[in-house]
């Protein structure tokens, strides 16, 4: 395992919710990835560590040969990859995506 994927393994199972985006929580560099801090804001995750694909192109390439996902944001909730912007939404309008982080704060 190289160092950019052994530092994205820590930090995905270092971190219980985890979003791989380009920008900050705070200033979103996508409409994709505003929309993924929007969707876990409205969860009630106060926990979320976000990491900002676009100050490390390491990271960027990295984090997509990790879940073998071409697209970003990423989502890990509790070591497991959820999924982006679109399966994010999916799931939580159907209130999967509530059940997936309820349940692993249990």
Request: hydrophobic letters at 40%; glycine letters at 10%.
């Amino acid at each position: 395992m190289s160092d950019v994927q052994q530092e994205i393994d820590q930090l995905v199972k270092g971190n219980r919710v985890v979003l791989f985006m380009k920008g900050t929580a705070q200033f979103p560099m996508c409409g994709f990835s505003g929309r993924a801090v929007q969707i876990l804001k409205a969860c009630g995750v106060t926990d979320l560590k976000t990491v900002n694909v676009l100050e490390d192109e390491g990271i960027r390439q990295g984090i997509k040969d990790y879940a073998q996902w071409p697209t970003i944001p990423q989502l890990y909730v509790h070591g497991e990859f959820v999924g982006g912007s679109d399966i994010m939404m999916e799931m939580y309008e159907s209130g999967e995506l509530q059940q997936v982080l309820a349940a692993k704060q249990a």
